[in-house]
Protein backbone atom coordinates (compact mmCIF):
# COMPACT_ATOMS: atom_id res chain seq x y z
CA UNK A 1 0.00 0.00 0.00
CA UNK A 2 1.14 3.35 -1.01
CA UNK A 3 1.62 6.02 1.78
CA UNK A 4 -0.15 9.07 2.56
CA UNK A 5 1.64 12.37 1.02
CA UNK A 6 4.08 13.71 2.64
CA UNK A 7 3.44 17.19 4.96
CA UNK A 8 6.08 18.68 3.17
CA UNK A 9 3.87 19.72 -0.02
CA UNK A 10 5.88 20.50 -2.54
CA UNK A 11 5.34 24.42 -3.38
CA UNK A 12 4.86 25.06 -6.77
CA UNK A 13 6.41 27.50 -9.64
CA UNK A 14 4.83 29.63 -11.84
CA UNK A 15 3.10 27.36 -14.49
CA UNK A 16 5.73 26.17 -16.84
CA UNK A 17 7.33 28.78 -19.45
CA UNK A 18 9.63 27.05 -21.76
CA UNK A 19 10.99 29.05 -24.53
CA UNK A 20 9.30 26.99 -27.27
CA UNK A 21 6.24 25.09 -27.58
CA UNK A 22 7.86 21.38 -28.67
CA UNK A 23 5.26 19.81 -30.49
CA UNK A 24 3.91 16.65 -29.18
CA UNK A 25 5.62 13.17 -31.09
CA UNK A 26 5.67 9.50 -31.09
CA UNK A 27 8.24 7.34 -29.25
CA UNK A 28 9.65 3.56 -30.34
CA UNK A 29 9.65 2.15 -27.03
CA UNK A 30 8.80 4.42 -23.61
CA UNK A 31 10.05 7.58 -21.84
CA UNK A 32 12.76 7.45 -19.25
CA UNK A 33 12.80 10.32 -17.01
CA UNK A 34 15.81 11.35 -15.09
CA UNK A 35 16.03 13.34 -11.99
CA UNK A 36 19.45 14.29 -11.88
CA UNK A 37 20.81 14.70 -8.18
CA UNK A 38 21.06 11.57 -5.99
CA UNK A 39 20.13 9.84 -9.22
CA UNK A 40 22.46 10.76 -12.47
CA UNK A 41 24.93 12.48 -10.31
CA UNK A 42 26.84 11.15 -7.04
CA UNK A 43 26.62 14.46 -5.24
CA UNK A 44 24.32 14.14 -2.80
CA UNK A 45 26.90 13.86 -0.21
CA UNK A 46 28.45 16.64 -0.83
CA UNK A 47 25.12 18.98 -1.62
CA UNK A 48 23.56 17.81 1.89
CA UNK A 49 26.87 18.97 3.32
CA UNK A 50 26.75 22.45 2.08
CA UNK A 51 23.23 22.71 2.87
CA UNK A 52 23.87 21.75 6.19
CA UNK A 53 26.60 24.20 6.33
CA UNK A 54 24.24 27.10 4.84
CA UNK A 55 21.06 26.19 7.03
CA UNK A 56 23.62 26.16 10.18
CA UNK A 57 24.86 29.54 9.90
CA UNK A 58 21.63 30.90 8.94
CA UNK A 59 18.88 29.54 11.58
CA UNK A 60 21.60 28.24 14.11
CA UNK A 61 20.99 24.80 13.51
CA UNK A 62 23.51 22.20 14.81
CA UNK A 63 25.35 20.83 11.44
CA UNK A 64 24.51 17.19 11.81
CA UNK A 65 20.74 18.06 12.35
CA UNK A 66 20.34 20.47 9.60
CA UNK A 67 22.14 17.82 7.54
CA UNK A 68 19.57 15.20 8.23
CA UNK A 69 16.83 17.85 7.89
CA UNK A 70 17.77 18.59 4.03
CA UNK A 71 17.96 14.83 3.39
CA UNK A 72 14.60 13.79 4.72
CA UNK A 73 13.18 16.70 2.28
CA UNK A 74 14.97 16.43 -0.43
CA UNK A 75 13.82 16.10 -3.94
CA UNK A 76 11.50 19.89 -2.98
CA UNK A 77 13.01 23.02 -4.25
CA UNK A 78 15.71 24.13 -1.56
CA UNK A 79 13.29 27.50 -0.98
CA UNK A 80 10.27 25.12 -0.55
CA UNK A 81 12.45 22.64 2.31
CA UNK A 82 13.81 26.02 4.06
CA UNK A 83 10.11 27.30 4.38
CA UNK A 84 8.90 23.83 5.70
CA UNK A 85 11.91 23.73 7.99
CA UNK A 86 11.95 27.14 9.41
CA UNK A 87 8.35 28.33 8.84
CA UNK A 88 8.82 31.08 11.11
CA UNK A 89 12.13 32.34 9.89
CA UNK A 90 11.81 36.07 8.04
CA UNK A 91 11.10 35.62 4.13
CA UNK A 92 14.41 37.78 3.39
CA UNK A 93 16.34 35.06 5.32
CA UNK A 94 15.09 32.70 4.00
CA UNK A 95 15.46 33.78 0.78
CA UNK A 96 19.27 34.98 1.14
CA UNK A 97 20.05 31.74 2.14
CA UNK A 98 18.68 29.71 -0.64
CA UNK A 99 20.63 32.68 -2.94
CA UNK A 100 24.28 30.99 -1.25
CA UNK A 101 23.18 27.39 -1.35
CA UNK A 102 22.32 27.79 -4.96
CA UNK A 103 25.57 29.56 -5.64
CA UNK A 104 28.16 27.42 -3.49
CA UNK A 105 26.35 24.23 -5.17
CA UNK A 106 27.49 25.71 -8.75
CA UNK A 107 30.73 26.52 -7.42
CA UNK A 108 31.42 23.51 -5.14
CA UNK A 109 29.24 20.54 -5.72
CA UNK A 110 28.49 20.86 -9.27
CA UNK A 111 32.59 21.89 -9.99
CA UNK A 112 33.46 17.98 -8.65
CA UNK A 113 30.19 16.58 -8.97
CA UNK A 114 30.39 12.62 -11.24
CA UNK A 115 28.10 10.41 -12.39
CA UNK A 116 27.65 7.25 -10.67
CA UNK A 117 29.88 4.41 -12.05
CA UNK A 118 27.16 2.36 -13.86
CA UNK A 119 25.32 5.46 -15.65
CA UNK A 120 27.40 6.26 -18.51
CA UNK A 121 27.26 2.44 -19.78
CA UNK A 122 23.52 2.30 -18.36
CA UNK A 123 22.55 5.32 -20.46
CA UNK A 124 23.76 3.98 -23.38
CA UNK A 125 22.28 0.62 -23.04
CA UNK A 126 18.66 2.34 -22.58
CA UNK A 127 19.97 3.90 -25.92
CA UNK A 128 20.45 1.52 -27.60
CA UNK A 129 17.34 -0.37 -26.66
CA UNK A 130 15.48 2.62 -28.55
CA UNK A 131 14.30 4.26 -25.16
CA UNK A 132 13.56 7.77 -25.48
CA UNK A 133 15.47 9.67 -21.87
CA UNK A 134 14.86 12.64 -20.57
CA UNK A 135 15.67 14.99 -17.72
CA UNK A 136 13.62 16.65 -14.58
CA UNK A 137 15.76 18.52 -12.00
CA UNK A 138 15.37 21.34 -9.71
CA UNK A 139 18.81 22.98 -10.85
CA UNK A 140 18.92 25.77 -13.38
CA UNK A 141 18.06 24.17 -16.97
CA UNK A 142 21.46 25.73 -18.52
CA UNK A 143 23.55 24.02 -15.79
CA UNK A 144 22.23 20.67 -15.87
CA UNK A 145 23.17 20.74 -19.64
CA UNK A 146 26.34 22.17 -18.80
CA UNK A 147 26.75 18.95 -16.54
CA UNK A 148 25.73 16.35 -18.62
CA UNK A 149 27.82 17.55 -21.35
CA UNK A 150 31.24 18.15 -19.52
CA UNK A 151 30.46 14.08 -18.36
CA UNK A 152 29.58 13.24 -21.64
CA UNK A 153 25.95 12.44 -21.50
CA UNK A 154 23.76 15.02 -22.94
CA UNK A 155 23.78 13.11 -26.26
CA UNK A 156 21.39 10.34 -24.81
CA UNK A 157 18.68 12.61 -23.71
CA UNK A 158 16.29 13.95 -25.80
CA UNK A 159 15.31 16.54 -23.52
CA UNK A 160 16.01 18.51 -20.15
CA UNK A 161 13.66 20.49 -18.30
CA UNK A 162 14.82 22.43 -14.71
CA UNK A 163 13.43 25.14 -12.54
CA UNK A 164 13.25 27.77 -14.95
CA UNK A 165 10.17 24.90 -16.32
CA UNK A 166 8.24 24.49 -13.25
CA UNK A 167 8.36 21.64 -10.59
CA UNK A 168 9.00 18.02 -11.47
CA UNK A 169 4.63 17.40 -11.61
CA UNK A 170 4.68 20.26 -14.41
CA UNK A 171 7.53 18.69 -15.76
CA UNK A 172 5.94 15.16 -16.26
CA UNK A 173 2.61 17.23 -17.64
CA UNK A 174 4.97 18.79 -20.41
CA UNK A 175 6.58 15.22 -20.68
CA UNK A 176 3.26 13.84 -21.07
CA UNK A 177 1.71 16.48 -23.40
CA UNK A 178 5.06 16.21 -25.57
CA UNK A 179 4.88 12.16 -25.50
CA UNK A 180 1.46 11.57 -24.99
CA UNK A 181 1.32 7.94 -26.02
CA UNK A 182 4.41 6.80 -24.79
CA UNK A 183 4.57 4.66 -21.40
CA UNK A 184 6.12 7.28 -19.12
CA UNK A 185 8.39 5.99 -16.56
CA UNK A 186 10.26 8.73 -13.81
CA UNK A 187 13.52 7.42 -11.97
CA UNK A 188 14.23 9.20 -8.70
CA UNK A 189 16.01 8.64 -5.19
CA UNK A 190 13.48 10.57 -2.68
CA UNK A 191 9.98 10.56 -1.39
CA UNK A 192 8.99 13.43 -3.30
CA UNK A 193 10.50 12.31 -6.64
CA UNK A 194 8.02 9.14 -6.31
CA UNK A 195 5.13 11.15 -5.03
CA UNK A 196 5.20 13.61 -7.74
CA UNK A 197 5.07 10.76 -10.41
CA UNK A 198 2.01 9.25 -8.78
CA UNK A 199 0.57 12.30 -9.15
CA UNK A 200 0.72 12.28 -12.76
CA UNK A 201 -1.81 9.93 -14.37
CA UNK A 202 0.21 7.07 -15.87
CA UNK A 203 3.85 7.67 -14.79
CA UNK A 204 5.51 4.82 -12.78
CA UNK A 205 7.84 5.75 -10.44
CA UNK A 206 11.34 4.18 -9.61
CA UNK A 207 13.64 4.69 -7.17
CA UNK A 208 17.34 5.13 -6.73
CA UNK A 209 17.95 4.02 -3.26
CA UNK A 210 20.81 5.67 -0.65
CA UNK A 211 23.09 5.14 1.91
CA UNK A 212 25.13 8.18 3.66
CA UNK A 213 26.67 8.59 7.02
CA UNK A 214 23.78 8.41 9.60
CA UNK A 215 21.26 8.59 6.46
CA UNK A 216 19.78 5.22 4.51
CA UNK A 217 16.82 5.62 2.39
CA UNK A 218 16.06 1.70 1.78
CA UNK A 219 14.11 0.47 -1.22
CA UNK A 220 11.33 -0.42 0.88
CA UNK A 221 11.16 3.06 1.53
CA UNK A 222 10.84 4.21 -1.93
CA UNK A 223 8.20 1.40 -2.66
CA UNK A 224 6.35 2.48 0.43
CA UNK A 225 5.69 5.81 -1.19
CA UNK A 226 5.37 4.07 -4.28
CA UNK A 227 8.46 3.44 -6.46
CA UNK A 228 7.09 0.25 -8.86
CA UNK A 229 10.95 -0.79 -8.22
CA UNK A 230 14.22 0.64 -6.58
CA UNK A 231 17.69 -0.25 -5.81
CA UNK A 232 20.89 1.16 -4.35
CA UNK A 233 22.08 0.62 -8.12
CA UNK A 234 20.03 1.66 -11.30
CA UNK A 235 22.52 -1.54 -13.25
CA UNK A 236 19.15 -3.34 -13.28
CA UNK A 237 16.96 -1.26 -14.62
CA UNK A 238 16.80 -1.73 -18.62
CA UNK A 239 15.78 -5.00 -17.52
CA UNK A 240 12.90 -4.35 -15.08
CA UNK A 241 11.68 -1.39 -17.83
CA UNK A 242 11.10 -4.49 -20.37
CA UNK A 243 9.48 -6.13 -17.77
CA UNK A 244 7.66 -3.38 -16.54
CA UNK A 245 6.27 -2.08 -20.66
CA UNK A 246 6.03 -6.34 -20.79
CA UNK A 247 2.86 -5.75 -17.94
CA UNK A 248 1.31 -2.69 -19.44
CA UNK A 249 -1.93 -3.53 -21.61
CA UNK A 250 -2.42 -1.95 -25.05
CA UNK A 251 -3.66 1.68 -25.12
CA UNK A 252 -7.06 0.56 -26.16
CA UNK A 253 -7.33 -1.37 -23.33
CA UNK A 254 -7.81 -5.09 -25.25
CA UNK A 255 -5.49 -8.05 -24.69
CA UNK A 256 -1.94 -7.91 -26.65
CA UNK A 257 -3.18 -10.86 -28.71
CA UNK A 258 -6.30 -9.28 -30.03
CA UNK A 259 -4.57 -6.04 -31.12
CA UNK A 260 -2.23 -8.43 -32.70
CA UNK A 261 -4.48 -9.97 -34.68
CA UNK A 262 -6.24 -6.66 -35.32
CA UNK A 263 -3.48 -5.29 -37.13
Not at 215 to 228: H, I, M, R, V
Request: aromatic share 8%.
Amino acid sequence: MVAAPSQFAEVAHPVLRSAEIVPPSEVERGVVVFDLDGTILDDLPAISQLAADVMSGAFDTPPEEARIHYLATTGMPFEAQLAQLYPHAPTELRARTARAFHQRKVTEAYARAKPFPEVPKLLKRLGQARWTLAVSTGAETEMAELILEREGLRFWFDAVLGSGEGTKREHLREYRRRYPHAPLFLVGDSRFDMEAALSAPGVVALGRASRLPAWTLAPSDLEKWGAAWADYSLSELPAVLERLARRRPPRDGRPKAAARRRR
